[in-house]
């Protein structure tokens, strides 16, 4: 099974299409929606975790990209400053990984960045901006 994180942006003439969902029926591919705003009539953004077969992931890629969208690999990281965390467990709920998790032992925050894919979601909800995001050097387009 191969898998990408994925950042999708669709032109707002596009937006009323089905494409997510004829990449799963037309391509067999599996999709996690991880974050979306797709609206009629504005453009719209989706962070996505695809997996399936190497060479089904690229002909479905190839697709979207025929139809207009913008397609990018996920191209950061997420990085938790443990001096500055008060371990409120708020990221623990939000995590769509399990990247961040409450440590049964000792009810602290843990952090795997193994398992992080980047989506943010961690960010926006830490009341004390104990999370991070770290682009990568190299951006390489999906």
């Known amino acids: ?7 999708l942006r669709f032109p707002r003439e596009i937006t009323d299409q089905p494409l997510v969902c004829n990449l799963s029926r037309d ?9 979306a705003t797709v609206l009629p009539g504005q453009d719209g953004l989706m962070v996505i975790e695809i997996s399936g077969h190497k060479k089904n992931v690229s002909q479905g890629l190839k697709y979207l990209r025929s139809r207009g969208v913008n397609v990018k690999s996920v191209a950061q990281q997420i990085r938790r400053r443990t001096e500055t965390c008060i371990q409120c467990g708020a990221c623990t709920g939000i995590c769509p990984t399990h ?7 000792t009810m602290e925050v843990g ?15 830490c009341p004390v901006r ?9 951006s390489v387009l999906a």
């Open 1 to 7: 099974m191969y898998t990408r994180m994925l950042v």
């Open 27 to 35: 391509y067999d591919l599996c999709f996690n929606i991880l974050k």
């Open 99 to 105: 990247a961040l998790f409450l440590d049964p032992a």
């Open 111 to 125: 952090f795997d960045p193994k398992r992080c894919s980047g989506c943010e979601l961690c960010v926006s909800v």
């Open 130 to 138: 104990a999370m991070e995001i770290r682009l990568d050097k190299e």
